[in-house]
């Protein structure tokens, strides 16, 4: 217990009430309070973001472990094919690094005009793709729009897009479920994750990984345009389409759904899945450093008013970095905002005018 002259006096408890000062998370919030990011966007010139922009972008690539997976040809296994209302949905099973399987669906709007621009959908938590397709966890149909992701890659296909979606590393058909049983893990990420980081890699970075390579996938389809890709996502998957787009500028346009932030506002401020950890990320930039990592390529932000996962104050803050960026390099319309009356949620209301804009011309 703390006394009056801010001495620290020994409790021989260990219950409720003991000294605020001794508490891991207090010393863990003075360290990251005093340390200023190295790739904290600061640049007033193009030549001081260019150099910006390659160094965070060599560094992001080496915390995430992307050095360490190992690039292969594709290796594709077809699935079943289903024709259903206004477009197909055809399954594959793709190889993205050697021993490393994503299923995936791709939906192909009907019509002749093919082939058509393409969008990358990334899903949060729950139960993979299927949240984005209107399947049950079992495979059946069910109503549209459920969730809190609205089945957002059917919206895309019903835009008019090619849509390609798959299950992230530790959601859906890609979970260690008799490893969970076991020991009775609610989370299909929590071990992996802890694992991933015993070897150097990350779940972050594996995620991000697959998205490059569903970009290696699309571009290889004749229903697909291979020069007009965009990518969108929400929490979780915010997450994927945000990293990738910095990463990767074969991503010509992007929707960060539910994600865009500051750091010490959402994953440091509650409890959160280890998935959304990086080491050293801290050290090196902050959500909204690496969101003007797409600039000047069309950014959407779209966030809740009442997202308490992600705050909105805080999306506000990271608005105005974006901005500035974003102006700094003479594209100031190129990024938009949706600031929506809801909660943490996909809202969609003008992500598919948003690409038609970018990716039709």
Known sequence: MRNDSGDIRFSMSTKDGNEPRLEPLQFLKRVGGQARPRYEFAAGTREEWERWRDGLRSALAAVLGLGLMERSPLRVWPGPVDKLDGYTRHAFTIETAP??????????????????????????HWEGMNDLVALDPEGGPRREGEGYQHDFALQAVRAGFVALVWDQFGFGRR????????????????????????????????RVWDAMRMIDFLQGRPEALPDRIGIVGISGGGLVAQFTAALDERIKAACVSGYCNRYESCILNIHHCIDNFVPGLGRLANNDDIACLIAPRPLLIESGLEDHIFPIEATRTALGKLERCYELLGAGTALEADLFEGGHEFHGVRTWEFFAKHLEK
């Open 99 to 124: 021993g490393l399987f994503a299923p995936a669906f791709l939906l192909v709007p009907d019509g002749p005009a093919l082939p058509r621009p393409g969008i990358l959908c990334c899903h949060g």
């Open 175 to 206: 979970r260690d479920d008799a490893f969970n049983k076991r020991y009775n893990l609610t989370s299909g990420c929590e071990h992996p994750s802890k694992v991933a980081l015993h070897f150097g890699l990350t779940t972050a970075g594996i």
